[in-house]
């Protein structure tokens, strides 16, 4: 009996050999016999989900390529992996739990099941307690140890428990209360909290002290130091804590071991990932700069693309099809990164946001049953806002010899409008993304009267694929249907790739070595060192140079 297409390690399903024979047949095809060929293309290859708008005409595929690509999706059993999430089994097979970031943002008086326990009343409950604390914090009514009522926030946490806060407060800076100050400190390196903290007072600071494990070496490290700088800027007084900390983790005991109440901790649970966290208590910073309605309003968003994800058809599926149309660029073109490119400033955050979203959760070497995977997994993820990227690296993505796929995310309309600015910066966009599309052949070249010499450098081959993503405006909802975009398709791909993409093996390695390493580097007698010799050697170099200067 032959086995289903899911069993089958990925590189000898139907579908996958299927799209291989595919790609030696097309991989001659440029953009532009395929524009040439279907004068709808532009129209016909363009989707909605909510409030998004994708037009995916960009790249090369036709429509035999996507039709293999759905085929690999239902051979790879996604929608059956797509109810097991919702439904919270356990997915995150290596750590044993499940990944349920969606009931974060399950409607209050929905059911959403973990281990036979509906967890939604347990969300809404400290949605509940975030939204009092905002407020109070909001009105000015959170007083800090002298009376003051406290204006500066700053959340303190490093990965999943900083890139999201910070990332949704850049991105919804329009609607935040301006006369909060809010700063994000995630580095070990000293200098991030001195300089996040140098111009405020400690009567009108409150930390948020935001770790899933709350074991962090960054953030606990960040943490103690904090409330040696409150401490002593309030006179020496320990019980200051008390009214400028609060926690954002799922280890309570850890919390009050710390120093911070229990009424003053917010929690969330081991079945959301770091990564998938922005819309749990882990927002409690966007939550009180944006205030409670804005901030439920992204939770609806998040939930809209949830719903879409969950149910429409995949070749209607937007999160699909965007993981399928990348994973064709990595798979089958030999794409090795990824560029996310917004044309809003607010968005400046987010390519760095969404490098560990996809590079943790994607960048695996086995499948989940611990085989070597025979094929490339996550691209590289980066990116700027445009317009500034167009004049430092954009040269490479039209010119350079590497194949980088782009995805342009822009609005309609800008949230506060200046004079020419948007239609200027809409018309980048457009172009760019035509530019790549397109290029520009040497007969063009030629005809602008350009001299022979410089013809060839001249040249765009184009053929380079792009998606531009669209919506009317950056809402706190879009901002959630953008993330939650992301966050399926990186689903979709880990899926396909057989990976688990909700652990993070990867990051343990270096951890433990620095834990190793740090009473080397601290300890006053020389320690025998059983490292490397490289190792060693700069281990020796560096406690020679404290010692001829300490400090
Ligand atoms: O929230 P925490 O427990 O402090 O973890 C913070 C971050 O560090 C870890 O090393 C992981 O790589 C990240 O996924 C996580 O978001």
């Known amino acids: 009996m032959s086995q289903p297409a899911s069993r089958l390690p990925l590189l000898q399903r139907p579908s996958w050999k299927a799209l291989a024979a595919h790609h030696d047949e097309v991989r001659q095809l440029h953009l532009k016999d395929l524009f040439a060929g279907d004068a709808g293309r532009g129209e016909r290859l363009t989707l909605s989900a909510g409030d998004l708008f994708l037009d995916y005409s960009k790249n090369r595929v036709t429509d035999r390529t996507l039709a293999l690509l759905l085929r690999l999706a239902q051979e790879a059993g996604l929608e059956e992996r797509i109810r097991a ?5 356990k997915i995150n097979a290596t750590e044993g739990r499940a990944a349920l970031h969606v009931a974060l943002r399950a409607p209050a008086g929905s059911t959403v099941l973990v281990d036979g326990r509906n967890v939604v009343p347990e969300v809404q409950a400290v949605l509940e307690r975030m939204t009092a604390f905002a407020n109070r914090v909001r009105a000015g009514q959170w007083t800090g140890h002298t009376g003051k009522p406290i204006r500066n926030l700053v959340n303190i946490g490093i990965g999943g428990s900083d890139l999201g806060p ?17 700063r994000f400190v995630s580095n070990l390196d000293g200098s991030d909290f001195l300089e996040a903290t140098r111009d405020l007072h400690p009567a009108e600071t409150l930390f948020i002290v935001s770790s899933k494990t709350f074991s962090t070496l960054e953030t606990m490290t960040n943490a103690n130091s904090a409330r040696e700088w409150l401490i002593a800027g309030l006179g020496g007084d320990p019980k200051a804590v008390a009214r400028h900390f609060v926690a954002v983790s799922t280890e309570a005991e850890k919390v009050t071991a710390f120093g911070i109440e229990a009424a003053n901790m917010f929690g969330f649970w081991d079945w959301v990932g770091g ?15 944006i205030g409670p309605d804005h901030f439920r309003s992204m939770l609806r968003g998040f939930h809209r693309m949830d719903e879409h994800f969950r149910t429409a058809p995949f070749a209607e599926n937007m999160p699909v099809l965007m993981g399928l149309l990348s994973l064709w660029n990595t798979n089958f073109l030999g794409a090795e990164t990824a560029a996310v490119l917004p044309y809003e400033q607010y968005l400046k955050r987010f390519p760095a946001y969404l490098q560990q979203l996809t590079m943790e959760s994607n960048g695996k070497h086995v499948t989940r049953e611990g085989r070597p995977v025979e094929y490339q997994t996550s691209p590289i993820y980066w990116g700027e806002p445009g317009t500034n990227g167009q004049h430092s690296f954009y040269q490479l993505i039209h010119q350079g010899t590497r194949l980088i796929p782009c995805d342009f995310i822009a609005f309609d309309h800008p949230l506060v409008p200046l004079g020419r600015h948007h239609d200027l910066l809409l018309a980048n966009v457009f172009a760019q993304a035509r530019a790549l599309a397109f290029g520009k052949t040497a007969e063009e070249v030629e ?15 184009g053929n380079r694929p792009s998606n531009v993503l669209m919506a009317d405006r950056l809402t706190p909802a879009v901002l959630g249907q953008l993330t939650a975009l992301y966050e399926h398709l990186v689903f979709t791909q880990g899926v396909v790739w057989d990976i688990d993409s909700f652990d993070q093996w990867g990051v ?3 951890k433990a070595l620095a834990m190793s390493i740090i009473p080397d580097l601290e300890g006053g007698a020389e320690p025998t060192l059983g490292y490397d010799s490289s190792t060693n050697n700069l281990i020796r170099r560096y406690r020679a140079s404290k010692a001829r200067s300490p400090g």
């Open 275 to 289: 990564r998938y966290s922005m819309d749990s208590a882990i927002g409690l910073s966007t939550m009180v700069a």
């Open 508 to 510: 343990e390695l270096g």
């Open 166 to 182: 910070v990332m949704a407060y850049e991105a919804l800076r329009h609607y935040s209360e301006r006369s909060l100050t809010f």
């Open 447 to 461: 005809a602008e009267g350009t001299v022979a010499r410089l013809v060839p450098h001249r040249v765009f081959e």
């Open 85 to 89: 999430m919702f439904n919270g089994e």
